[in-house]
Structures are given as structure tokens and as C-alpha cells.
């Protein structure tokens, strides 16, 4: 069973409570609360169910049969009271309840600001940091948004951080991170830079779905999950090593034939950069 998407809108337990949960389970040899079902999916409870495999206890299901604003109403109501979450965390759990993501495409669940505002203030976050949460959402890279979700990182800066990014563009002036512009030579691998992103947004799916497998179903017995997850982490980061950030300090984008430093690209990563020496940058 899947979880729904309004079942994503609040981020995961992890840590202790997520141990505490499963500690009660094992204790109890049952769920104190049911698995909430709606339109064949999981509305709420899909850490429930998790622990529930892991624990070996038979989980309990109840069937919502509400409509579908009741249904959103309700994910809000048990999870904006039960949950421990930063301000951030909160304004990107009322931007993901206007904007939800599905099927790799992003589909506006309500286009009325008046919702947002209602849910910016029934949580108890400002209007700038819902936007902001939103602007993540929209543009992030899978790793921005995985930051502020998790409480590692908060909205505002990673924002500020996109919007930056766009000025890069303004005025038919392409620059990198530097601010240096980009030249001519170079511009075709610097425009290549979604396709990069692109496969990093792959591998994080993939990801994703390991994260999701339970380590005790006998289905996984002969995969070592943390193994291909540690695999994935790593072709993440290596895939990340090749996204450009910065106009090449030796050729300056314009002889890029056989530079050494960029492979002929005129641009180098943010990875390439760390390594080269601080009088050539």
C-alpha cells in the first residue's frame, strides 16, 4: 500500500521518536493507533506500518471516507500537534499542502492564497517563510529541499541561496558562482548543467525507494540495503562533481582545448574548484 500524498506533507519520525514508536509497538504487541486509510492509500500512519514490519506486529487499519478537503484537514490536525517540528519544517509542511509533487510533476492543489495564509497561521508561521518554503519546493535541488525538511538546514537561506542563483541570469548576463561571466567557449557545458542535475534527482529517487524497504522482509534477505544505499550516496556525490559552478582559472573558458583542469570544458565543478590552489583562483 502507498502512502497518499497529503501523507507526505509532514516529514517522517526519525530518532527518538521514531524509536519510542517502535519500542511501544514491540512492548504492547500492538499499534495504540490505527493506520488511516484513504482512495486505497496510506492518509496517515506509513511510520506506523514501518514499524509494525519491523516489530513483527499485525498493524490496524481504519478506512476514511470523508471527502477530500476533510482528508487534508484531518492529516493536518493529527500531525501539527503531535510533531516537534522547526518553523522552517512547519512553513514547508503549508507550502507542500498548496503544492503538491506527483508523478514527477508538480500539480497545484489550490492556487488561493487565502488556504496558505489559513494554514501559515493555524501552524503559526509567517507568510515570508511559507513563500520562501515554497520557492524550495519549486526550484531546490533535491538536496536543498531535503535539507530544510529535515531540520538541517533553514528556509530562508536556502531561498536566498535559489534567488541568488537567478540573478545569474538577469539581464542576458550569464555569470557563475563567482560572478565571473561565463565565455562563449564554455557556454555549452555550463548550459548542461540541468542534464547533470537530472541524474542526481534520478539517483535521489532511487534512493528515496531504498529508504523506504524494510531490512527484516525476507523479500531483501540477499541485498545488503545500507550497502546499496551507501552506493547510491556515493554515485550521488560523484555525479555532483560534475555539475559547473565556475568559469576554468587556468584556460578563463576561452583556449579550453586540452586543459588539464576542465577536461576541455571551460568550466569546472564546485569539487574541481576546492582542489586547485588559491593564487591560481
Not at 56 to 79: K, S, Y
Amino acid at each position: 500500500m502507498l502512502p497518499h500524498p497529503y501523507s507526505t506533507i509532514f516529514p517522517s519520525a526519525t530518532g527518538v521518536d521514531y524509536d519510542n514508536l517502535f519500542a511501544s509497538v514491540k512492548k504492547l504487541k500492538r499499534l495504540r493507533n490505527p493506520v488511516i486509510v484513504y482512495q486505497g492509500k496510506i492518509l496517515d500512519g506509513n511510520q506506523r506500518i514501518r514499524v509494525c514490519r519491523s516489530a513483527r506486529v499485525e498493524p490496524r487499519f481504519i478506512i476514511f471516507e470523508g471527502t477530500d478537503a476533510e482528508a487534508l484537514d484531518m492529516v493536518w490536525d493529527l500531525n501539527a500537534a503531535r510533531r516537534h517540528l522547526t518553523a522552517s519544517q512547519k512553513a514547508m509542511a503549508v507550502a507542500k499542502s498548496t503544492l503538491l509533487f506527483g508523478s514527477g510533476e508538480r500539480t497545484d492543489l489550490s492556487a488561493s492564497g487565502q488556504v496558505t495564509d489559513e494554514l501559515a497561521e493555524k501552524i503559526g508561521v509567517g507568510r515570508s517563510s511559507v513563500y520562501d518554503a515554497k520557492k524550495v519546493l519549486r526550484e531546490g535541488t533535491p538536496k536543498e529541499i531535503e535539507s530544510v525538511e529535515t531540520g538541517n538546514a533553514s528556509v530562508k537561506p536556502v531561498a536566498e541561496k535559489i534567488r541568488q542563483r537567478e540573478k545569474q541570469t538577469q539581464n542576458g548576463r550569464v555569470v557563475d558562482d563567482n560572478g565571473t561571466s561565463i565565455p562563449a567557449n564554455a557556454m555549452p557545458y555550463w548550459n548542461r548543467k540541468p542534464e547533470a542535475r537530472n541524474v542526481l534527482n534520478q539517483i535521489s529517487a532511487a534512493r528515496g525507494q531504498i529508504k523506504k524497504l524494510d531490512p527484516n522482509d525476507p523479500m531483501w534477505a540477499n541485498v545488503n540495503l545500507n550497502g546499496v544505499e551507501a552506493d547510491l550516496n556515493s554515485a550521488f556525490n560523484r555525479f555532483a562533481a560534475a555539475i559547473p559552478a565556475y568559469v576554468c582559472p587556468y584556460c578563463k573558458g576561452v583556449k579550453i582545448e586540452g586543459c588539464k583542469c576542465c577536461k576541455s570544458k571551460g568550466v569546472v565543478s564546485k569539487f574541481v574548484w576546492s582542489t586547485i590552489p588559491k593564487e591560481q583562483k
